[in-house]
């Protein structure tokens, strides 16, 4: 339990600064994302490290005894899957896959979800509510 805190700490954070990040520079991103495709080195460290990051989380608690350890390891595999997305799929795939999800409506989305989810796993962290 004293890692789920911590790591509700750590993620809720991470996702609430960068939810606002994603829906205030979006048209940046917008612009940056698609690199992803083109940069093939740039995609395999990342993805690399991605890959490691999200097992870490993942099977950190595979009991899922509360729900911010379910979140926890949710994100965790899903950042697993994004890794392995990247590691796998070939470059014309990617860049249609890349191109279905780079919109400004997603990155306003995905931001409010980060919020929301931060700020729940900050206020568990925390000790704000129980």
Request: glycine share 8%; proline share 3%.
């Amino acid at each position: 339990m004293i890692l789920t805190l911590y790591l509700s700490r750590v993620l809720g954070l991470a996702l609430i600064f960068l939810g606002v990040i994603l829906m205030v520079r979006r048209h940046y991103y917008i612009a940056v994302y698609p690199s992803i495709v083109t940069e093939r080195m740039t995609r395999m460290v990342f993805a690399t490290f991605a890959l490691i990051g999200g097992l870490l989380l993942a099977v950190y608690d595979t009991l899922w005894q509360t729900l911010p350890s379910v979140i926890i390891s949710l994100i965790g595999w899903i950042v697993v899957v994004e890794a392995l997305v990247y590691l796998a799929l070939p470059d014309a795939q990617l860049a249609k896959l890349v191109a279905m999800f780079n919109k400004p409506a997603a990155y306003i989305v995905g931001g409010i979800v980060a919020l929301i989810t931060g700020a729940y796993l900050t206020a568990i962290g925390f000790g704000l509510f129980f």
